[in-house]
Structure formats: C-alpha cells, structure tokens
C-alpha cells in the first residue's frame, strides 16, 4: 500500500460551534476554505486508491481472467467520476446569512467529514486489491459498493445545496 496524502485537518467542524460572539459570517468564510482542502484531499486519495485498481486489473491480464477486467474498468469510471464531481463542487455563496444558512453550512461540514472516512475506507480497498486474482468477482463487487454509497451520499451532500 502506498503511503496515503495528508489529510487535512478537520477543525473546520470545530470553528461552526464556536460561541456565537463570532460572526455568522466569518465562521463561514473560515470554514468554506478548509472544506475545499477536505475536498481535494478525497479527490487526491481516490486517485491514489485508483492506481491500485489499475494494478490489479494487470493481475488479472496476466491471468487471463477478462471477465473482471470489465468490472475493473467500470469500476475506474465511477472513482473517475467522484473525482470530478469532488473537484468540480463549490459550496461557497450558497448560504443564507445568519444562523439559518450556518445550520445548512453546518450540516454540510458533517457530511463532507463522513464523506471524508468513506473516500478513505474505499481508497483503501482498491489498494488492498493486491496481486491475487482470487476471488476476483467478490472482491470487485464489495469496492463497486462502497462506490456506489460514496455517489449516493455526494447526491445527499448536492440536494442539500438546492435551492
């Protein structure tokens, strides 16, 4: 396994429930701009999970097993696609003032932050892949799952921020 990007530090959660003496405004310039770093670091360990998953897809070449090559390579297309849509959001100016658009910008922050844990623990799996094609077909399908649960909590994280 390869040594995984710093992530960043998650204070941002922290800088929401300060006293309300801070500004609402403030404490949401200083927390749109850590979670953009949090966002980032997914993006980058989902890259760096997906090298595993281009490994793995050579054992298998090498093993002449096709059938889970095409799984594999659905599999790249969707952290593709996490990986665009990572990098592709913005949550800033979408925000009411006051304590109602915190609640949102609150809500938001914890999403992102579980988000977070998930993009590690898939990350994880794909390097984990291994040499082995053993057992190819299970082992694909638990990743294609936590993918899977990854899209759908962004698509939660995306139908927050509408209007």
């Known amino acids: 396994m390869s040594e995984s990007p710093d992530r960043p530090a998650a204070g941002w959660l922290d800088l929401l429930r300060q006293a309300p003496g801070m500004g609402a405004g403030r404490r ?12 980032e670091w ?7 999970g997906k090298l595993g998953l281009e490994r793995y897809s050579r054992v298998l070449v090498d093993a002449v097993l096709l059938d889970p090559i095409v799984q594999v390579d659905r599999l790249r297309g969707q952290v593709d696609t996490l990986i665009g849509r990572l990098r592709g959001a913005d949550a800033g100016g979408r925000f009411a003032a006051g304590e109602d658009g915190l609640v949102v910008l609150e809500r938001l922050a914890e999403m992102e932050a579980a988000l977070g844990e998930s993009v590690a623990v898939a990350a994880d799996a794909m390097e984990a892949l291994g040499e082995q094609p053993d057992d190819a077909g299970a082992r694909l399908a638990g990743i294609a799952t936590k993918l899977s649960a990854l899209a759908d909590a962004w698509d939660e994280r995306e139908d927050l921020l509408r209007p």
């Open 28 to 39: 949401r310039d200083e927390v749109l701009a850590p979670m953009a770093e949090h966002r």
């Open 42 to 48: 997914m993006a980058d360990r989902l890259e760096q």
